[in-house]
């Protein structure tokens, strides 16, 4: 199985903050990686498709860049409805792997 | 509108059984493919079980031969039979669809708001 690894499990950020979220692959997956966020007690939501495609809806402060093993989550400009936890996810070969998320708190 | 609803979660006792419900709205079941998702309290998520349109099923190695993933296209709804619980399968479940995106690979686009499943040792 490929294990998917994001760095930090955590980080504390103010409003209007840029933050980056990186998640690595243990082997090769192209561009086959997803980013889902999940607020305490919903479910995930699909943020950045194809390791860099915005999901319909998504704001465009939301970037995802990478391919390969090394991919990033960028939040160009923090949000308060943006605090929750980002889960990174490869479709690259089954089983789907995910990410042990980065929770992103308010400073 | 476009959802899912699970139902069917609850405490049970490590050896026992349940059946996990997922009603479909605004899409066909059928026609997609349509996974089982769970995550642990405190956890990342961990892919389940997929069922594909053409009624190919998969699982992962951890419910293999325990869970058993099936739809009825007359409800539009998805199910899992979960079997020889364990403590371990303890977690939220959650029915998601899963679609092939344009620019490549599959993603959970559509995800139920999930049901508790507790299993007690």
């Known amino acids: 199985d490929i294990q998917m690894t994001q760095s930090p499990s955590s980080l504390s950020a103010s409003v209007g903050d840029r933050v980056a979220i990186t998640c690595r692959a243990s082997q090769s997956i192209s561009n086959f990686l997803n980013w889902y966020q999940q607020k305490p007690g919903k479910a995930p939501k699909l943020l950045i498709y194809a390791a860099s495609s915005l999901q319909s809806g998504v704001p465009s402060r939301f970037r995802g860049s990478g391919s390969g093993t090394d991919f990033t989550l960028t939040i160009s400009s923090l949000q308060p409805e943006d605090f929750a936890t980002y889960s990174c996810q490869q479709s690259y070969s089954t089983p789907w792997t995910f990410g042990q998320g980065t929770k992103v708190e308010i400073k | 509108e476009v959802q899912l609803v699970e139902s069917g979660g609850g405490l049970i006792q490590s050896g026992g059984s349940l059946r996990l419900s997922c009603a479909a709205s605004g899409f066909t079941v059928s026609s997609n493919y349509m996974s089982w998702v769970r995550q642990a309290p405190g956890k990342g998520l961990e892919w389940v079980s997929v069922i594909y349109s053409g009624g190919s099923t998969y699982y992962a190695d951890s419910v293999k031969g325990r869970f058993t993933i099936s739809r009825d296209n007359s409800k539009n709804t998805l199910y899992v039979q979960m079997n020889s619980l364990r403590a371990e399968d303890t977690a939220v479940y959650y029915c998601?669809?899963?679609?092939?995106?344009?620019?490549?690979?599959?993603?959970?686009?559509?995800w139920g708001q999930g049901t508790m499943v507790t299993v007690s040792s």
């Open positions: 998601a669809r899963e679609v092939t995106m344009v620019r490549g690979g599959d993603a959970f686009d559509i």
